[in-house]
């Protein structure tokens, strides 16, 4: 039976919604293409180059972002730092009533956030609209807990936050940060991610700025803007989340200062399998862990299993890996009706189809290499449109064993493709654990879970679960990362508001150039 798109979701229809929402923020069409703003200044101004944004849901145009060059970038800077010095002398109660304001907006408008995030990024419709509402509950949080967060005297940095986040969680990472930043008396800038996203910061920036708030989004290219949003000297914080090519970059331009920072970059996070036999248990697991394709920072796709479990291991996994729901999210049948729920996927296309190109390129060196290809998943029999384009789609792959040599070994994959690494000892499980320098979480397969526990203590994660996973954490869990992994002070609950504000008792914790800190986990 021939699929289609669910009524009311083509992408023309979205962007309708959007524009009719927040007109401000949209401008003119280039060959037939609207074209964002971007916020500077105070006001949505028409600046930059135009480029064309395409979706990887089908690989065709939607957007216009316009691309800022650095004089520019730097009068918006300038600009931020002026609001946040008028931004951090307002009572706390009034940021609260704006924040408030802005949160309402927000939450009126969460399908059209959700499904603009549908349409940029891939995301199926449930997973959309839990980063959406991630953003807003957290937000909710933070502004029932900011008075007793700042009663110790603490007070707004000495300039705005910077923002710099990659693309896959828009809402639940960067404008649920943004926001709480404002909470604490920052004005905010952010960048907007050039692979995907920019419609929907761009309307979520618009209402913020509707109900008062001190926001910048600027988009360009890292060349242009990385000098004057993170070494500009009115920028008090950098905070950025991305690879470590790119935060490697960051945190180098940052050796030379004191500037607040917290660089969170992807690790390769592995899942240890030692003595344990739990398996149903562990497949519920390992099922939800394929959401959005693995692409996020806590993701796990290496698997280190005791070579007397692997039999046992793949039988509950490779059943698993082959009942993973992924194509387009919005292709339905003839019979679906207004009303019905949209298509339950784990995931839809990566990113774009440069990235899917480039996973697939990895696979094939591995195997190359001399991995042994467990499972290679085809796009035959997934449900997308009649003609339409797949070449951002990729389907689950399974390897054994990569060579040391291949990328696949040492660095994460950022799509659904899982390694599995075979140790006879605990030391072999502890060191191909920690192949990576550093990893934001771990999690151990085990039914002595006091034995887990003392192998914990020698994993070099950030956080790590015992029998079950570990996630970035909500509202009052904080999150870092160990080695690589992460830079400068680290965020969630208490400790998010620390790393945007100065005085206070006690030094922050992170990891500093001349001190690492942990807090329990």
């Known amino acids: 039976m021939a699929l289609r798109l669910a009524d009311g979701t083509a992408w023309s229809e979205v962007l309708a919604r959007a524009v009719a929402a927040t007109p401000e923020a949209f401008g003119a069409e280039v060959d037939g293409v609207t074209t964002l703003h971007n916020l500077i200044e105070g006001e949505w101004r028409a600046d930059g180059q135009p480029a064309p944004v395409r979706t990887p849901v089908d690989n065709t145009v939607v957007i216009n ?20 010095r008028a931004w951090a002398r307002t009572p706390l109660a009034d940021r609260k009533a704006r ?17 603009l995030l549908v ?54 990472v960067l404008v649920h940060a943004e926001l709480v930043q404002l909470l604490a008396g920052n004005a905010v800038i952010a960048k907007t991610p050039s692979q995907g ?16 708030l001190p926001a910048t989004l600027v988009s360009g290219g890292g060349e242009e803007l990385s000098e004057v949003l993170v070494r500009a000297p009115e920028i008090g914080a950098v905070a950025f989340v991305g690879g470590r090519s790119n935060g490697g970059k960051v945190a180098a331009a940052l050796l030379d200062s004191d500037k607040r920072h917290f660089i969170e970059q992807e690790g390769l996070n592995a899942w240890g399998i030692w003595n344990f036999s739990q398996w149903d248990v562990l497949a519920a697991h390992l099922r939800k862990g394929f959401e959005y394709g693995k692409q996020r920072c806590t993701a796990y796709p290496r698997f280190v299993v005791q070579r007397d ?6 039988d509950m996994y490779l059943p698993v890996v082959r009942s993973v729901r992924f194509g387009h999210p919005l292709a339905v049948g003839d019979d679906w009706a207004a009303g019905d729920p949209l298509p339950e996927l784990d995931f839809g296309p990566l990113i774009s189809a440069a990235k899917a190109d480039e996973l697939h390129r990895k696979v094939d060196e591995a195997v190359r290499g001399g991995a042994v290809p467990l499972h290679r998943g085809k796009l035959t029999g997934a449900p997308f449109l009649p003609g339409q384009d797949t070449s951002a789609y990729v389907a689950p792959s399974v390897l054994l064993a990569p060579p040391g040599r ?9 799509g659904p493709v899982d390694t599995i690494v075979v140790v006879d000892t605990t030391d072999e499980l502890l060191a191909a654990m920690n192949a990576s320098n550093g990893a934001l979480v771990a999690s151990l397969a085990c039914d002595d879970t006091e034995e887990a526990a003392k192998l914990a203590v020698d994993l070099q994660a950030f956080k790590v679960g015992i029998n079950k996973p570990r996630s970035r954490g909500d509202r009052d869990e904080p999150f870092g990362g160990r080695g690589a992994s992460w830079k400068g002070a680290f965020v969630g609950g208490d400790l998010l508001v620390q790393a945007v504000t100065v005085g206070g008792s006690g030094r922050l914790y992170g990891n500093f150039p001349d001190y690492s800190s942990y807090p329990a986990t």
Do not use: Q
């Open 65 to 84: 972002l316009p691309r800022l060059d650095a004089d520019t970038a730097r009068a918006a800077v300038s600009h931020a730092a002026a609001a946040h």
């Open 99 to 115: 924040v408030g304001e802005a949160l309402e907006s927000l939450t009126a408008h969460r399908d059209l956030l959700a499904m």
């Open 119 to 172: 349409w940029e990024i891939g995301k199926p419709w449930r997973l959309a609209c839990a980063d959406v509402d991630r953003a807003l509950d957290g937000v909710r949080w933070y502004a029932d807990e900011i008075d007793r967060m700042l009663a110790d005297g603490r007070e707004p940095l000495p300039g705005p936050v910077s923002n710099i986040a990659s693309w896959n969680y828009p809402m639940s």
């Open 197 to 212: 996203g920019a419609v929907c910061l761009t309307v979520a920036h618009a209402l913020m700025r509707r109900a008062g």
């Open 309 to 314: 479990l692997v039999d046992e291991f793949l």
């Open 406 to 414: 291949s990328r696949l070994m040492h660095a994460e994959p950022f």
